[in-house]
């Protein structure tokens, strides 16, 4: 029997580890997918622990099968039998039909996959993954300015509400 969450009846909890805000910050993000990720042994603990570093992750189609690539999920730190390398390349689960439809869209010129979060779904381990396109220095100055813009703007509402 799955766990349910406090908020919604019968679905399963969702636990989020880990958010890579450096991606949405250089990538425009233009579609997701949710895949599983293969792990071994206290790769799961460390998980849960949230020892989790997105630095120069990505993810890669080869063949038929999808690979994540540079995440680095630290050692934990109690386990002392087949320590699996912490930036070992980790298989996605996805059906055929999902690779298919990553390969052709990363396929297009200037598009990659990149790992946005990762989390638990349930006692399953996931990845979310963004089909990214590149921003230049400009987009991202332009994107810093807006945000700015817009905390300015809400902090001028909230003042307003208060008096």
């Not at 390349?89 to 598009?111: C, F, P, V």
């Not at 220095?137 to 809400?154: C, F, Y």
């Amino acid at each position: 029997m799955e766990k349910e969450s406090k908020h919604g009846a019968g679905k399963p909890y969702r636990l989020l580890i880990a958010t890579n805000r450096k991606a949405r910050h250089d990538y425009y993000i233009e579609d997701t997918l949710e895949a599983g990720i293969a792990l071994h042994g206290s790769e799961v603990k460390s998980l849960r622990t949230r020892r989790v570093s997105f630095a120069d992750s990505y993810a890669r189609v080869q063949g038929n099968e999808c690979w994540l690539i540079g995440l680095q999920v630290n050692t934990y730190e109690k386990a002392h039998v087949q320590l699996p390398d912490p930036v070992r390349r980790r298989k996605l689960l996805l059906n055929r039909r999902e690779i298919d439809r990553l390969r052709a869209k990363t396929e297009m010129s200037g598009r990659t996959l990149v790992p946005l979060e990762v989390y638990f779904k349930g006692p399953w381990a996931k990845v979310l993954l963004g089909v990214a396109r590149g921003k230049t220095h400009g987009d991202k100055r332009a994107a810093l300015r807006e945000a700015e813009v817009r905390r300015d703007i809400d902090r001028a509402l909230r003042a307003a509400r208060k008096r």
